[in-house]
């Protein structure tokens, strides 16, 4: 977010790349054994472009509502599916690599703003709020391999949840450096459709059910043009891990499958430039 000081409403445009990476596995079962890693996805490199947007509203000098949003489509990047039959990944019965050139990434953020001037030169501002954040990632027909025909399957996870921040900021005349931290603690929920295998049910052929921590860290530079307008770029770091939970599995005979979800695991970078408009 952006803040100035004796405004009422702030608008912060914004667009860059990213380059993420994640991962999931499986046990054998509920007891995380026979064998510990059954199943794993391994998403890497997927880059594409996003756009964001957030708005500020200061329902007093001190005090703000704000909201973001932030959505990424994935262009380019690959995924390794694996399956094992002993413990800690040994006698592998399945390990191919596909494309995963299609998806997205979006987050909605709700926030109410703290803010208290530390100085007349630096700012401080404590946020507490709800992070919703989506990603949809996919195994893809690769047009070069004749054994991929007609793959589109996909793996959506959700993570919502309370989240707190902060925001340090050094004005420096027409310049400003904006040091930004957030963190929460979610709900993890994940589908997907295996559109392949044919003993698995569609459109839901498997759900993940598990608590969720993510943090990020981002630096924000920023240039004064006049009092209303800014022009800003930033770098942002984002670390997210799901605890143990569960996998359901649903099958076409109606059978019902739980074994143990060894957890998920998320990495996001992105650069961006953009405008900052005060009113």
């Not at 990476?21 to 199943?39: R, T």
């Not at 909605?108 to 992070?131: E, M, P, Q, T």
């Amino acid at each position: 977010m952006a803040f100035a000081q004796n405004q009422k409403f702030n608008i912060s445009l914004g667009s860059g790349l990213f380059n993420e990476d994640f991962n999931w596995s499986i046990a054998g079962n509920m007891e995380g054994k026979a064998p510990n890693v059954l199943s794993e996805l391994i998403w890497t490199k997927l880059k594409g472009t996003q756009y964001n947007i957030t708005a500020d509203y200061f329902l007093t000098p001190k005090i703000a509502i704000g909201a973001d949003f932030l959505y990424g489509k994935i262009n380019s990047g690959k995924v390794n599916d694996a399956d094992y039959l002993e413990d800690n990944r040994n006698q592998t019965v399945f390990d191919e690599t596909f494309i995963s050139n299609k998806g997205y990434a979006q987050h909605i953020n709700l926030n109410l703003v703290l803010k208290k001037d530390l100085s007349d030169k630096l700012i401080l501002n404590a946020l507490i709020g709800y992070g919703n954040f989506i990603q949809e990632l996919y195994l893809l027909e690769d047009p070069n391999d004749p054994e991929t025909e007609n793959l589109s399957s996909y793996y959506k996870n959700h993570w919502n949840g309370p989240q707190l921040g902060f925001n340090l900021k050094y004005l420096m005349g027409k310049f400003s450096i904006t040091g930004k931290v957030r963190s929460g603690y979610y709900k993890y929920y994940a589908s997907a459709n295996w559109n392949l295998i044919p003993n698995f049910k569609k459109p839901i052929s498997f759900e993940h059910k598990a608590n969720a921590y993510k943090y990020s860290g981002s630096l924000h530079l920023a240039y004064s043009i006049n009092k209303h307008l800014e022009v800003n770029s930033a770098l942002n770091l984002t670390y997210g891990a799901s605890f143990s939970g569960k996998d359901y599995a649903y099958f076409t005979d109606e059978r019902v499958a739980t074994t143990k979800f060894n957890g998920a695991e998320l990495e996001s970078r992105y650069v961006q430039l953009g405008l900052n408009l005060y009113f």
